[in-house]
C-alpha cells in the first residue's frame, strides 16, 4: 500500500502559479508512473499529467506548455508546477500511482482560480 499526501493547493487569481506536491509513503523508485489527475464538479476525473519511473512524460493537451510534472525518488515526491493558471483549471486535484498491478490516490487538493 503506498499512501500518497497532496499539499500545495489553494486560491490563486487567473495567470498566477501554484506548485504542487505529492508525498508518498515509501519508496517510489520501483513505482512505474506517478501523476496527477483533476476533476471539477460535475465532471468526470481527467489526466492532467503523467511521468514515468524513468522519467518519461506525459501531459494533457489543455495544460501543455503551461504546467511541468517533475519527480524527485530522493524524496519520495512528485511535483506539479502550474502556471498561467485559468479559472478552468479550477478542480480538486488528485496524485496517482501507479505499481502494478495496483494503482494508488490521494484524497486530493483543491485549487480555486479567480478571474
Known amino acids: 500500500q503506498v499512501h500518497l499526501v497532496e499539499s500545495g493547493g489553494g486560491l490563486v487569481q487567473a495567470g498566477g502559479s501554484l506548485r504542487l506536491s505529492c508525498a508518498a509513503s515509501?519508496?517510489?523508485?520501483?513505482?512505474?508512473?506517478m501523476g496527477w489527475y483533476r476533476q471539477a464538479p460535475g465532471d468526470q476525473r481527467e489526466l492532467v499529467a503523467l511521468?514515468?519511473?524513468?522519467?518519461?512524460?506525459k501531459y494533457a493537451d489543455f495544460v501543455k506548455g503551461r504546467f511541468t510534472i517533475s519527480r524527485d525518488n530522493g524524496k519520495n515526491t512528485v511535483y506539479l508546477q502550474m502556471n498561467s493558471l485559468k479559472p478552468e483549471d479550477t478542480a480538486v486535484y488528485y496524485c496517482?500511482?501507479?505499481?502494478?498491478?495496483?494503482?494508488?490516490w490521494g484524497l486530493g487538493t483543491q485549487v480555486t482560480v479567480s478571474s
Open positions: 496517482y500511482a501507479e505499481r502494478l498491478p495496483y494503482d494508488f
Open positions: 515509501e519508496s517510489i523508485f520501483n513505482v512505474n508512473a
Open positions: 511521468i514515468s519511473n524513468g522519467g518519461g512524460t
